[in-house]
């Protein structure tokens, strides 16, 4: 089985902050994703990585960035956390093209 | 532009009934599509999923039938169980990478 581990279930930080979430796969796989999901709104793509260091963004990309230094970790970076940045964070990682992604259980970040 | 759409926020139903939950595409370059089950506070879990060759595919209680003519795909569940009680997303992939589009979900909420 696939395991997708995030490193923190639930974060509390302030406005301004700067945010790392870890996610780490066990799989070996090259493709991975950070999405967010809203109520009312899905699932949205923040940024994927499709190998080491190789990076793009996805549909919201606006306030975050990304680290791939190794193959099985993807970070996600908020470089000054706002408000309208609290959200359920969620990492995926896939192993090839009719594969379905794989998630971690996910991140609740709320910002205050 | 929302290329997948869920345009049910909701579905309640009796428990052994048959649970039907409906999704809509505007990509004619989507070629694989799946369904994912998410309780509150988990990362979503994959439970089908269906390329674009086939129209129909069925694993247990779950179905997903594809209409690539109309544009549309169903998730049918029978008979329908109280733990199935969680939000569906439907998905979608097309093209050369591996990255999901996701609907908005609908809540699915079966009755004892």
């Known amino acids: 089985d696939v395991k997708v581990t995030q490193s923190s279930r639930y974060l509390v930080k302030r406005t301004g902050e700067k945010v790392f979430l870890e996610c780490v796969q066990d799989m070996d796989h090259e493709n991975m994703f950070w999405y967010r999901q809203d109520p009312g709104l899905g699932l949205r793509l923040i940024y994927f990585s499709y190998d080491v260091k190789m990076k793009e963004k996805g549909d919201i990309p606006e306030g975050y960035s990304v680290s791939r230094e190794k193959k099985e970790r993807f970070s996600l970076i908020l470089e000054s956390a706002s408000t309208n940045q609290t959200s359920m964070y969620l990492c995926?990682?896939?192993?090839?093209?009719?594969?379905?992604?794989?998630f971690g259980n996910g991140t609740r970040l709320t910002v205050t | 532009d929302q290329q997948v759409k869920q345009n049910s926020p909701s579905l309640s139903v009796q428990e052994g009934r048959i649970s039907i939950l409906n999704c809509d595409y505007t990509n004619s370059m989507f070629d694989y599509f799946l369904w994912y089950k998410k309780y509150p506070a988990e990362g979503p879990t994959f439970l089908i999923s269906i390329s674009s060759i086939k129209d129909k595919n069925e694993d247990g209680r779950f179905t997903v039938f594809l209409n690539k003519s109309a544009k549309h795909l169903s998730l049918h569940i029978v008979p329908s169980q109280p733990g199935d009680s969680a939000v569906y997303f439907c998905a979608a992939r097309g093209g050369s990478n591996y990255k999901l589009t996701f609907g908005k979900g609908t809540l699915l909420t079966v009755n004892p």
């Open positions: 995926a990682t896939v192993r090839g093209p009719n594969s379905p992604l794989h």
